[in-house]
Nanobody, 127 residues
């Protein structure tokens, strides 16, 4: 399964961006999805995740209330809507998918909770 992330860019603080990710040859409907980010010199960190149903989401405290993760089953994409962006949101953002039906809820915030990863898309927020 190959994941393709898109939508990154350079924006000013307070702006919005929408990242998207799709899976070649597989349905987004049957996977749990996560987004992680990695800033220069830092470890990759959890941002958001969505369960199979598409109705249960988890967010890191740093993005809660500003970011929204959703599934678009018709277009076979997942979207991370990022509002009120801050300079500290600057990072490479990675989407990840998990097709294992036995993955438990708590694993979705962990790197090892996912089997497939996208190539990353750069988000830069200027002050």
């Amino acid at each position: 399964v190959q994941l393709q992330a898109s939508g990154g860019g350079l924006v000013q603080a307070g702006s919005s961006l929408r990242l998207s990710c799709g899976a070649s040859g597989r349905s987004v409907r049957t996977a749990q999805w996560g987004w992680f980010r990695q800033a220069p010199g830092k470890e990759r960190e959890f941002v958001a995740a969505i369960r199979y149903s598409g109705t249960t989401t988890i967010y890191a405290e740093t993005v809660k209330g500003r970011f929204t993760l959703s599934k678009d089953n018709a277009k076979n994409l997942v979207h991370l809507q990022m509002n009120s962006l801050k300079p500290e949101d600057t990072a490479v953002y990675y989407c990840a998918a998990d097709y294992d039906p036995y993955t438990i809820y708590s694993q979705l915030t962990q790197l090892n909770g996912y089997d497939f990863w996208g190539q990353g898309t750069q988000v830069t927020v200027s002050s």
